[in-house]
């Protein structure tokens, strides 16, 4: 941990521990032990990178910290208290009461959106750019770039990359999904009745995760972390949220976490979401289904 690369040793010890206490690792061990009410944790977690974010903006030294660590607190409390409170409240429930599960699935994620718009607060001041952002189609046949993970040894087109990985991604999901939930192929009735719904709720799921958790954190910590190393932080803590969703649990995390650094890795690349958008689409109208099968939330 020297700046031997250029990095503040500093800045990344506070970005990487920032990341795990906006984690969901907290919650899995008060979860584990049956503790506390259920909004008391990642309220903590929020309210303590909020305070520790308007300290750091008053030094000069860990300034540039200030809107990642905002980031962090509005993601938390958006995907962990204010969306489920809303998703409890009377006038939802009454609105969803009788609403068939397509339905009910989709005004869940559309829930999560409150996150969306609480974070657009950190652009204050910044003058990010749709470019920063990766607001854009992006550059599609854009060259990949080998990694020591990856199975190529020169750089090939993300248009060659990016159908690869939807064949990959979808084997494995597909299996983890049929493993995990155990569906019934006889349910849905009517499978194609739910498809817009899939649609919809797929497309609106991918669009949010990928501002909350990758355009807006990317954009924050473009000066104070390499870019490789930014990947991976980012894709780390994508990963470790979806321990409660899906595909869940350890090995739900290995999984989110691999493909969230794809996807990150797709957008510094092609300097566009396109890729990372469209994997994500594909893959959850494929979880969509699976719930559907098994109809679970």
Not at 99 to 111: Q, T
Request: charged share 10%; aromatic share 12%.
């Amino acid at each position: 941990m020297s700046r031997s690369d250029g990095v503040d040793p500093l800045q990344r010890w506070i970005a990487w521990g920032a990341m795990l206490t906006a984690s969901v690792v907290p919650m899995i061990f008060s979860h584990s032990t049956g503790h506390g009410p259920p909004y008391s944790v990642p309220a903590a977690q929020a309210l303590v990178l909020a305070v520790a974010a308007v300290i750091f903006s008053r030094s000069s030294r860990l300034s540039p910290l200030t809107g990642f660590l905002f980031t962090l607190a509005i993601l938390r409390l958006g995907w962990s208290v204010i969306a489920p409170m809303l998703g409890e409240s009377a006038p939802i429930q009454s609105f969803a009461a009788g609403m068939a599960w397509g339905p009910k699935i989709f005004i869940s994620r559309l829930l999560n959106v409150a996150g969306a718009l609480l974070i657009l607060t950190t652009f204050i001041g910044r003058n990010f750019s749709r470019d920063d952002l990766f607001l854009r189609v992006g550059q599609l046949d854009a060259p990949a770039q080998p990694e020591p993970i990856l199975w190529f040894r020169k750089a090939i087109p993300w248009t060659r990359f990016g159908p690869q990985l939807l064949v990959i991604f979808g084997l494995g999901l597909t299996t983890f999904l049929f493993i995990s939930l155990r569906p019934d192929f006889g349910r849905p009735s009517h499978p194609w009745q739910l498809l817009p719904w899939a649609l919809a709720t797929a497309a609106l799921n991918a669009a949010n995760e990928e501002f909350q958790f990758r355009c807006v954190p990317l954009a924050h910590l473009r000066n104070v972390l390499p870019v490789r190393e930014t990947l991976w932080l980012t894709a780390i803590f994508f990963g470790l949220a979806h321990y409660f969703g899906q595909p869940s649990g350890t090995i739900g995390i290995v999984m989110a976490t691999i493909a969230g650094w794809i996807w990150a890795k797709s957008m510094v690349e092609t300097r566009g979401a396109g890729w990372a958008f469209s994997i994500h689409m594909l893959q959850d109208i494929v979880i969509f289904y699976f719930l559907a099968m098994s109809m679970k939330t």
